[in-house]
């Protein structure tokens, strides 16, 4: 039974992708509409000359598809401008192989050309997100071009044929677009490669050089107390100044950095709850540390997190590793086995981004977890989607079923917050309480609610006393 699949939502690919790539995407997807638009309309025009209305219909339609993918793109909804603009294109680029640029012994065929070019464009569009799309659509521009450039395929009977001068025409002016078209992409590729190892290099450089520090989130008890923190790693760049990690942790886990900089992060965060554990207002927090696929992959990663706790000496129930839906789903013994291990040791569990991947109910109640974190994406709107208000619901109940905590991310409002109080979720962490903070500045706001509620205690004890 999936527990999450139909409430599965996929966090953001844009995440992943830096603001100069999206740019050049933005700009490609706009300068297709563009094209898609006057095509269709240049078609649609030579079609009505000649009162053959099927195509013209068919130009109608492609030129609604342009201004749809234009708005979409405009909107910032990339994805769905691509499916638009490619998904149509691939339909009326072999609509019209099949029915009027049927190759013959003294013109070719030349329309099928643009199925290349729009291949590695769907490539590079999808990039990052599911196999369906990433792979699906280049492979069936790619089959399309293959059959239509080896074959005569087509309806050689097909009342729309275009007449042979226009084929000639039109020959030359597909070969030069779809080559613009190629020439664009590869562009956009190649300026993705050079800043991607630009990227690389830095950061190598950075963890050579410790140019990371952590920041610490709040996370918040029912009674506004500091319950813990979330440890999250940002990147001092000499030049740069502070690089957020959704901008150098998708190069740092393809090119392995995350290796190194995750060792950092669990050291430093092990230190840091020993110095805690030496003052009453922070030695009861819990350190929420995220761990990456990658990392958690190694074989020796047990071996790798003890060697730290053991070294550092920390309480191994002071640490929490937070992992992602995404990462349990492949070699689950393997998973459950590590998992076993550590929690043996001490140290706990929390499944971050819950709700966004796909788990099964069964396998859930097979891992040793301590807490289920709802993620911010069904917090967001929480009040006003039914839908996120069953999500958040379900992810409670069943935390509340498999004798988990459950903890409530991105909270940013106290709308949200009494909300999930009034529907059994006592933990918070977000905006309404603080941002992620630099040390000193967590220490001082913990103190500060520390120092809050133990002025709260006497009164409430003296308030208590019966007069
Ligand atoms: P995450 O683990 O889901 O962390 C929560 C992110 O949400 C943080 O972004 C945090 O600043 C942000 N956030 C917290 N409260 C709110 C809120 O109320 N509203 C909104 N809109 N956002 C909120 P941040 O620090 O940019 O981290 C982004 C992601 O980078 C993290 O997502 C995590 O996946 C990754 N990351 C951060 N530190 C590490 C690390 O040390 N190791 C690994 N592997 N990944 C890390
Ligand atoms: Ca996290
Ligand atoms: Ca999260």
Redesign the pocket.
Same mark, same amino acid.
């Given at each position: 039974m999936s527990s999450q699949g139909a409430a599965a939502r996929s966090k953001p690919h844009n995440a992943r992708v830096s603001d100069k790539h999206l740019r050049r995407v933005r700009m490609l997807l706009l300068l297709g509409s563009a094209l898609v638009i006057v095509i269709g309309l240049g078609w649609g025009v030579f079609f009505a000359m000649r009162a053959k209305w099927v195509p013209v219909g068919v130009d109608v339609l492609l030129v609604g598809t342009g201004i749809a993918a234009a708005c979409l793109t405009h909107r910032g909804r990339l994805k769905a401008a691509s499916v638009t603009a490619l998904g149509a294109l691939f339909f009326v680029i072999c609509g019209i192989c099949i029915t009027m640029d049927i190759p013959t012994y003294t013109t070719p065929r030349s329309t099928h050309h643009f199925l290349l070019a729009l291949g590695a464009c769907a490539y590079l569009l999808f990039r990052g997100e599911s196999a369906w799309l990433r792979l699906g659509f280049p492979i069936a521009f790619f089959i399309a071009f293959i059959i239509f450039g080896s074959s005569f395929a087509g309806w050689a009977e097909s009342p729309y044929l275009l007449p042979a001068d226009v084929r000639v025409t039109g020959t030359w002016s597909n070969n030069i677009l779809s080559i613009v078209t190629l020439c664009l992409v590869l562009h956009i590729m190649q300026a993705d490669i050079t800043a991607r190892n630009a990227m690389e290099s830095d950061l190598r450089a950075a963890v050579a050089q410790d140019q990371f520090i952590l920041?610490f989130?709040p996370q918040m008890g029912e009674a506004g107390e500091v319950i813990g923190a979330?440890? *999250? /790693?940002r990147w001092l760049h000499p030049e740069r100044g502070m690089i957020?990690? #959704?901008k150098f $942790?998708p190069v740092a886990e393809e090119s392995g950095l995350?290796l190194p $900089? #995750?060792d950092w992060?669990l050291k430093k965060a092990c230190t840091q709850l020993v110095a805690w554990a030496q003052d009453p207002a922070t030695a009861g927090l819990t350190l929420a /540390?995220? /761990?990456?696929a990658h990392?958690f992959r190694q074989p020796d990663f047990v071996a790798q997190v003890m060697a730290i706790v053991e070294r550092s000496g920390v309480q191994p129930a002071r640490l929490k590793l937070?992992l992602t839906e995404s990462m349990l789903v492949k070699d689950v013994e393997d998973v459950i086995g590590k998992m076993s291990q550590l929690q043996a040791r001490g140290v706990g569990f929390s499944l971050?981004?819950f709700g966004t991947g796909y788990s099964s109910l069964s396998y859930l109640k097979r891992l040793p977890l301590d807490q289920l974190k709802i993620d911010?994406s069904f917090v967001r709107d929480l009040l006003s989607d039914p839908n996120d208000m069953a999500i958040a619901r379900t992810v409670v109940s069943l935390g509340q079923s498999l004798g988990l905590s459950v903890i409530a991310?991105?909270?940013?409002t106290e709308g949200q917050r009494n909300w999930l109080s009034a529907n059994g979720c006592h933990a918070f962490? #977000?905006? *309404?309480f603080s941002?992620?903070l630099p040390i000193a500045e967590f220490e001082a706001f913990t103190r500060r609610r520390h120092g809050d509620a133990q002025a709260q205690q006497p009164a409430a004890a003296v308030s208590a006393q019966p007069a």
């Amino acid at each position: 039974m999936s527990s999450q699949g139909a409430a599965a939502r996929s966090k953001p690919h844009n995440a992943r992708v830096s603001d100069k790539h999206l740019r050049r995407v933005r700009m490609l997807l706009l300068l297709g509409s563009a094209l898609v638009i006057v095509i269709g309309l240049g078609w649609g025009v030579f079609f009505a000359m000649r009162a053959k209305w099927v195509p013209v219909g068919v130009d109608v339609l492609l030129v609604g598809t342009g201004i749809a993918a234009a708005c979409l793109t405009h909107r910032g909804r990339l994805k769905a401008a691509s499916v638009t603009a490619l998904g149509a294109l691939f339909f009326v680029i072999c609509g019209i192989c099949i029915t009027m640029d049927i190759p013959t012994y003294t013109t070719p065929r030349s329309t099928h050309h643009f199925l290349l070019a729009l291949g590695a464009c769907a490539y590079l569009l999808f990039r990052g997100e599911s196999a369906w799309l990433r792979l699906g659509f280049p492979i069936a521009f790619f089959i399309a071009f293959i059959i239509f450039g080896s074959s005569f395929a087509g309806w050689a009977e097909s009342p729309y044929l275009l007449p042979a001068d226009v084929r000639v025409t039109g020959t030359w002016s597909n070969n030069i677009l779809s080559i613009v078209t190629l020439c664009l992409v590869l562009h956009i590729m190649q300026a993705d490669i050079t800043a991607r190892n630009a990227m690389e290099s830095d950061l190598r450089a950075a963890v050579a050089q410790d140019q990371f520090i952590l920041h610490f989130q709040p996370q918040m008890g029912e009674a506004g107390e500091v319950i813990g923190a979330e440890a *999250l /790693v940002r990147w001092l760049h000499p030049e740069r100044g502070m690089i957020p990690p #959704g901008k150098f $942790i998708p190069v740092a886990e393809e090119s392995g950095l995350i290796l190194p $900089i #995750g060792d950092w992060v669990l050291k430093k965060a092990c230190t840091q709850l020993v110095a805690w554990a030496q003052d009453p207002a922070t030695a009861g927090l819990t350190l929420a /540390v995220n /761990v990456s696929a990658h990392q958690f992959r190694q074989p020796d990663f047990v071996a790798q997190v003890m060697a730290i706790v053991e070294r550092s000496g920390v309480q191994p129930a002071r640490l929490k590793l937070e992992l992602t839906e995404s990462m349990l789903v492949k070699d689950v013994e393997d998973v459950i086995g590590k998992m076993s291990q550590l929690q043996a040791r001490g140290v706990g569990f929390s499944l971050d981004d819950f709700g966004t991947g796909y788990s099964s109910l069964s396998y859930l109640k097979r891992l040793p977890l301590d807490q289920l974190k709802i993620d911010q994406s069904f917090v967001r709107d929480l009040l006003s989607d039914p839908n996120d208000m069953a999500i958040a619901r379900t992810v409670v109940s069943l935390g509340q079923s498999l004798g988990l905590s459950v903890i409530a991310e991105g909270v940013e409002t106290e709308g949200q917050r009494n909300w999930l109080s009034a529907n059994g979720c006592h933990a918070f962490q #977000g905006y *309404l309480f603080s941002k992620p903070l630099p040390i000193a500045e967590f220490e001082a706001f913990t103190r500060r609610r520390h120092g809050d509620a133990q002025a709260q205690q006497p009164a409430a004890a003296v308030s208590a006393q019966p007069a």
